[in-house]
């Protein structure tokens, strides 16, 4: 899938769920690597999916989930685009990729959660028909969790 708004146009590419491609990427976007090899073995068997945007060879932007055990569900676990190619549509890229695979694995539904500090990807959600299914606090910071019916 190539991006037109940028030129040359972004990439996004279908790639293996390793850890040093996944820190890398978180480490990119929110300046730590939180993912550990334990977490990603098991998402690796639970149909994982990452999608990487590139700008040539430069990694600009990510997002990684997989399948819910025993549920016609995914979990879009992490995900995010380097600062300097924010409000580009990228993010959007990555989100319409992400739904596209989902679909064709066969399962029903996706969601996400978020927080307050992440206002973009609230907004995103929203506007591709997410729906508000469950607020909590989590550490002192409230925590949104959004579904949407892909099937």
Do not use: C
Request: hydrophobic share 40%; glycine share 8%; charged share 25%.
């Amino acid at each position: 899938m190539e991006i037109a708004k940028i030129s040359p146009p972004i990439k996004i590419r279908l790639e293996a769920v390793e850890l040093n491609t996944v820190n890398s990427l978180e480490r990119m976007i929110f300046g730590k690597a939180r993912a550990t090899e334990s977490r990603l073995e098991k998402i690796r068997q639970q149909n994982a999916l990452l999608l990487v945007a590139y700008d040539g060879d430069r990694q600009i932007g990510f997002k990684l989930g997989y399948a819910v055990e025993g549920a016609q569900t995914f979990f879009s676990w992490l995900g995010g685009v380097h600062e300097n190619y924010r409000r580009q549509g990228i993010a959007q890229a990555l989100l319409d990729s992400q739904e596209h695979h989902v679909k064709a694995m066969g399962i029903a539904a996706i969601y996400f959660t978020s927080f307050d500090r992440f206002p973009a990807m609230i907004q995103l959600g929203r506007k591709n028909n997410y729906i508000l299914v469950k607020t909590a606090m989590d550490s002192g910071e409230k925590k949104y969790w959004f579904e949407k019916q892909l099937i």
